[in-house]
């Protein structure tokens, strides 16, 4: 299950580089935020040219965007990322004056990976943009001729390592001479599996089938997916192997996991 923290809808701190100078002077750094001048605050997400002040409607070039933030212990030991919905038009990422990432492109989502992070601890965002004119750049609003900054959300989101992406279940009766005998039935599980870490996943896949809470059927199979990969997995079961059936119901579109029942129904 996913879960997300915005950080956006809020005042962040502001302040435009003209001269270049905020990378050799560490902006990024919180200890040094004191002694920035023409610091002011702006709405995120928003233009800074139509936003932040007067001042800057005709503002091309670089700017800083600052604010504290914490990722908080339900997060941790699942992968988190920062997402972008929307900046114009390159951006340079930090925490904890270290560099996380850059991007470059307007109007188009982005992440990085701060899953190190997640310790309920407070941390220092930084985040330069680089506004840069562009005449064959699209503008959203006609009447502002230039369109900079932080323009879409900002929000922490969790990604489950493992993910259970789509899956699917196909049962077969096999009857015996007699159409009335049931021989065995077959149950296949299809199952669209991806891995969200930087690493392989090695594990198993372990289906358990209870019948009035006694487990009648399990079986346990290992899978490998490489990182950042996704892979389709089947599991067959042959049910006559774990005892007669009294009764057998053909499901056509069953549904395999509901949060409030976690059961095969």
């Not at 038009?89 to 904890?96: G, M, P, Q, R, T």
């Not at 299809?190 to 198993?204: A, I, P, R, V």
């Not at 896949?205 to 199979?221: F, G, N």
């Not at 067959?236 to 395999?256: A, M, S, V």
Request: some cysteine.
């Amino acid at each position: 299950m996913e879960y997300a923290i915005f950080l956006t809808r809020e005042l962040w701190r502001f302040c435009t580089d003209p001269h270049n100078e905020g990378i050799d002077q560490q902006w990024c750094d919180q200890d040094n935020q004191p002694y920035l001048e023409n610091k002011t605050r702006i709405i995120v997400p928003s233009c800074w040219n139509r936003k932040a002040s007067r001042f800057y409607s005709q503002y091309n070039g670089i700017a800083w965007y600052w604010r504290n933030f914490r990722i908080p212990k339900s997060f941790s030991g699942k992968k988190v990322s920062l997402n972008f919905a929307s900046i114009a038009n390159k951006a340079k990422v930090y925490i904890d004056s270290e560099e996380i990432g850059e991007f470059s492109g307007s109007f188009i989502p982005f992440k990085f990976d701060v899953s190190k992070f997640a310790d309920n601890r407070s941390h220092f965002l930084s985040v330069r943009i680089e506004g840069i004119d562009d005449t064959n750049r699209y503008h959203p609003i006609e009447s502002i001729e230039r369109y900079y900054g932080i323009i879409g959300q900002v929000f922490l989101k969790t990604e489950d390592t493992l993910e259970l992406k789509d899956r699917s279940m196909e049962t077969i009766i096999h009857f015996g001479e007699n159409p009335s005998e049931v021989k065995y039935a077959e149950l296949t599980f299809s199952l669209y599996l991806k891995n969200n870490n930087d690493e392989e996943f090695d594990g198993k896949i372990r289906v358990s089938i209870e019948r009035d809470y006694v487990q009648v059927v399990e079986e346990e199979r290992p899978i490998k997916i490489m990182k950042q990969n996704s892979r389709l997995s089947k599991i067959i079961l042959h049910i006559n192997k774990y005892g007669p059936l009294n009764h057998l119901t053909y499901i056509n579109y069953p549904l395999l996991l509901a949060m409030k029942k976690k059961n095969l129904f």
